[in-house]
């Protein structure tokens, strides 16, 4: 058999970088910075998601702080679409939702404005890798509860043996790669 | 006198909203969102930033943690221009290098990859807003650690009346309102 063609993908690929125990022993961290290094191959991905992205129709981008910013805000820019932040507890100025999510030991919490959510809206919720999917699945909740649809889950990058598919209840998830 | 034509910020500025007694009493805090919610007029302001910034001819743009990667990450892909993070303490997986900034009490820290900076490449330093300036000197210091040049500072907003501009020893600064 002849080789397989290089994927859409393999590009990215030698742009994410493992990094081993990182942040603790055991983890191997999936370091983006070289593929933000690379405009070209960064253009390539953000064009990408927007083209997987647009399918689903969506009516904003919702973007998780910190790393989620990378990826959501030129997806918005890219696709004309509103953005919303979703931030760290205490960051967000004005009158804030929160939904909490479960870590290995203790829970964390994310925020989003009350307001900033259109009722019968349809949201792309964008962050860069996807592991256990616990912020994912919260910031989904405080769309639901302001009223809008999760059109889709869109990240860069989902460590599928972590299985975080499986806290977003069948709703659909795009991702550039997979490992 | 007839009434000044506005100008083009005026767009941006009834989508900058104050917030009073934020993060604590007496702040009065920019609130970018409602800008980020309107599309068009993010594209426009980031499209009006990347105007400016290009008279520097920058080779790459440096973005500060959570707020300035709004801002940078579009703005490099808009100007196919590399993009890198600097983050908290603790965040980057790899070597970094840091610098400190005064804080009103006590001092704090941004860190940057030990690899991010190309020696002789001229970088943009991106953020929001511009307060007191101590990010965006500290981030400044390890461009010019890694042998980076700093093309110029980029902000959305300047609040003239902390005189962050002082700490930047002169440099060029780009920013689209004023305060």
């Not at 081993?20 to 191997?28: C, I, Q, S």
């Not at 507890?89 to 259109?118: C, F, W």
């Amino acid at each position: 058999m002849p080789p397989k063609p290089a994927s859409d993908s393999s590009r990215f690929e030698t742009l994410i970088h493992d990094v081993p125990d990182f942040p603790k022993p055991g983890v191997v961290f999936k370091d983006i910075t070289p593929l933000l290094a690379d405009a070209a191959a960064f253009a390539e991905a953000i064009g990408q998601l927007a083209e997987r992205v647009r399918v689903h129709r969506p009516t904003g981008i919702v973007a998780t702080e910190a790393r989620g910013f990378l990826l959501g805000a030129p997806l918005a820019l890219a696709m004309r679409l509103p953005l919303i932040p979703v931030r760290k507890p205490g960051k967000l100025p004005r009158r804030t939702i929160n939904a909490s999510y479960q870590l290995e030991y203790g829970t964390d919490r994310v925020e989003m404005h009350a307001d900033a959510i259109v009722a019968g809206g349809r949201y792309a919720i964008v962050d860069d890798v996807i592991a256990t999917g616990g912020t994912a699945a919260a910031t989904a909740e405080m769309v639901e509860v302001l009223g809008g649809h999760v059109a889709c889950f869109a990240f860069l990058i989902e460590l599928e043996f972590l299985n975080g598919r499986q806290r977003l209840g069948g709703r659909a998830l795009e991702a550039l790669l997979r490992y």
